[in-house]
């Protein structure tokens, strides 16, 4: 995939930027949690903060809490190399999201999240700046920034101004059901998101959501692939857990990579950490063979790390992962030799 060149970032994220209070420790109930270590969240914070520490050119646009949490986010920002300038401090008294983590088992981790009426959700479109995505050869947005107004409407004005300039428009369709009204109403906002997108990244579940009026029988990948390409879209790329991941491309190629066998911590974060590996194998015109592959090495250390974003590695730190613990082919298990 070719991007704009001569641009300030490679890539803007767009969406929730939050509070994460992660759990100090594991495999025990929330009552006997002693503490917590924040960081910053959301699924795109995740990723900017990922590629950011991994070499891209990285901003943010969104809108955050006006008090001491909104400036931690600000402060985490401006340490990470994060360009600031589309993020907006609430003035209405709106609290930033919050998750808060359990780790019950290496398998059965969760968060209790806080999302009802947050500051992400505030953005406006006359808080979207069309000479910050001008100035990016690429925007990220998630699909949680569509569920409720005026967030879904700053969402599509940031995706006109990305299509008018020729900035690339990717989609991470990041369902979670929290905030949306019903089936209908998601699968509606992801149709009408996917007719600007270059690229759309989803599991089968999110696919499934996404089709719930055009095709709600469909379980296939390549069926919902091909769906997305007769929009216009250029890249797919079905996440499927533990089997590993496939990448459709509009001449019918697939590509389908498996998982580094990983001494797993807990289950939250390896899907934006992915992310962040791939965009950046995107970015430096890898084949998509290699870029999946760092996406995989980036998903396996956040799986044993102690966080998300915190836990993303830098690129010299994954690739030596992937030196010394190649993948397994797709759909293989672990125990399989």
Known sequence: MNFPTGRDMDIILAGRAGIDLNADRYNCPFADVPSFTKTVGGSPANIAQGTSKLGLKTGFIGKVSGDGMGDYIFQTFRKAGINEEGII???????????????????NSGSYLYRENTADLLLEPSDISEDYVKRSAAVLLSG?????????????????????????????????????????????????????????????EEFNTMEYLSMPENRDDKLSAEALFSKGVKLVIAKDGAKGSSAYLPDGKVIKKGVIPTNIKKTFGSGDAYAAGLLYGLFNQWSLDKAMELGSACASIVLAGDSCAGAIPTLDEAQEHLRKYPLKAYGEREDED
């Open 89 to 107: 401090a609430d003035k209405t008294g709106a609290r930033n999201c919050l998750a808060i983590t359990e780790i019950l088992s290496p398998t």
């Open 144 to 204: 949680t920034a569509f569920s409720v107004s005026p967030s879904r409407e700053a969402m599509l004005t940031l995706m006109n101004y990305a299509k008018k300039h020729g900035t690339r428009v990717m989609l991470d369709l990041d369902y979670r059901p929290y905030g949306w009204q019903n089936h209908e109403e998601t699968a509606l906002y992801y149709s009408m998101a996917t007719e600007y997108c270059d690229v759309v990244i989803g599991n089968r």
